[in-house]
C-alpha cells in the first residue's frame, strides 16, 4: 500500500463523513474500509445464513450481522443508534432513536403477517409470498436505519440470508443506480420492482405489489405509538 493510500483525500466528502462516525485503527483509508467491509459481509453470510432471518427475525440476528461486518471498523459495531442520534435515508428521516427495537419488532410482526398470507402470481400461478415479505421486510428496515452506517449492507446480508431461507439464487445486482431507485420504491411501499430484481431475469411478475403496510416509521409523539406492541401493529395497516 503507498503512502498516500493511507491519508484521506480531504475532498472526499462520504470518507470523512465515515471518519467523524468513528474508525479502528486499522481502517486508515476507503480502500481498508471497503475491504473490512466485504470480508466482514463473507464472515455474516457463513453465520447466519442458516439463521432463519425470514422466519424467525429478532434483534439479536440484526445487531449481530452488523456487528460481524462492521467489528474491524466501528469500535461501536452492532449497537443501535443511541438517543438524540438522527440519520437520513434518502429524502426520509429514520426513525428516532429511541423507537428503533419497537419499530424493528413491529416489522417483524408485518412480516410474518405476510408469510402467511398467500401471494400467488397469476400468470404464472407461483407463490411469490416469501419473495414479497423479503422486499417488505427490506424497504422497511431501511426507512428505520437503525445504525449510524452500515444500514445499506446489514439489510442486502440480511435480504441474502432470507432467500437462501427461500431456497432461492442470490439477487444479482448489476448496477447499482437500478438497484436504488427499486430500493426507493420498496421503502415507499412499491414491492413489485424489488421483487422482480429477486426472482431474476425471465421470472417477473407483472401483478401490483403494494406494501399492506405504512412505511414510515412511527415517532414517539404520533399517536399511533403505543405501550401495546398489537396495538401498533393493528393500527400499521394502510386503511
Known sequence: MSKTDLVPDPKDASLLHIRKLGLLPGIRSKKDYALAVELGSIEARGVYDSQKCLTEPSIEKVAGNHQIIFRKIHPWAGQFREPGVGVKFGDHEGAVSNRIEAELKLLFKQTDWILRHEVIDPDSGRDITGYVAIAHFHGKFERIHPFRDGN??????????????????????????????????????????LVNLMLGAGREVDMDLPSPFRMSPIAWSHPMAHDDPQEEFDNSFLR
Do not use: F, H
Not at 444479482?172 to 415507499?188: G, P, T
Open 152 to 193: 445499506g449492507r446489514t439489510g442486502r446480508s440480511l435480504l441474502y440470508s432470507q432467500m437462501r431461507e427461500l431456497g432461492a439464487p442470490d439477487m444479482v445486482i448489476s448496477e447499482r443506480v437500478d438497484y436504488m431507485s427499486r430500493i426507493r420504491n420498496a421503502d415507499r411501499g412499491i414491492l413489485k420492482p
